[in-house]
């Protein structure tokens, strides 16, 4: 999926997005306030406002709260929450078979991000903003 730094609406995005397959959980909190299933998948990009997750299941609902677990290269895995902006679900061919993975847009809701993946996300903006030699 190309990411052109358009938002939902057309409306242009505030941090820019960093594309990177990394593992990832997510969970929807139960009727009973408790932690639901938890679902792995993986990110299409991260940026400092969210991220995009990439799943075979059934797409969540706009404005769904999640609890996310996201595994960093370095093998640290960080905890954000967030609501689902968008969702679209996976492609299946004929057979049932999925043939492209579903997307679910996610905006983060912790005021404050992890250290881990603060330092993350500033490295691969200090990678892009540097001249090749």
């Known amino acids: 999926m190309k990411d052109d730094g358009a938002g939902v609406g057309g409306q242009r995005r505030g941090a820019p997005r960093f594309e990177g397959r990394f593992s990832a959980r997510y969970s929807v909190a139960a009727a009973d306030g408790g932690p639901g299933d938890e679902r792995a998948c993986l990110t299409g990009n991260l940026s400092t406002g969210g991220c995009l997750l990439l799943?075979?299941?059934?797409?969540?609902?706009?404005?769904?709260?999640?609890?996310?677990?996201?595994?960093?290269?370095?093998?640290?895995?960080?905890?954000?929450?967030?609501?689902?902006?968008?969702?679209?679900?996976?492609?299946?061919?004929?057979?049932?078979?999925?043939?492209?993975?579903?997307?679910?847009?996610?905006?983060?809701?912790?005021?404050?991000?992890?250290?881990?993946?603060?330092?993350?996300?500033?490295?691969?903006?200090?990678k892009k903003s540097t001249p090749p030699r």
């Open 55 to 126: 799943t075979n299941d059934a797409p969540l609902a706009a404005s769904t709260r999640l609890l996310l677990l996201i595994q960093l290269p370095a093998g640290t895995w960080v905890r954000v929450h967030g609501t689902v902006r968008w969702s679209e679900p996976p492609r299946r061919a004929s057979t049932g078979a999925v043939t492209e993975p579903g997307a679910m847009g996610v905006a983060f809701s912790d005021p404050m991000l992890p250290q881990a993946l603060r330092q993350h996300l500033d490295a691969c903006a200090q």
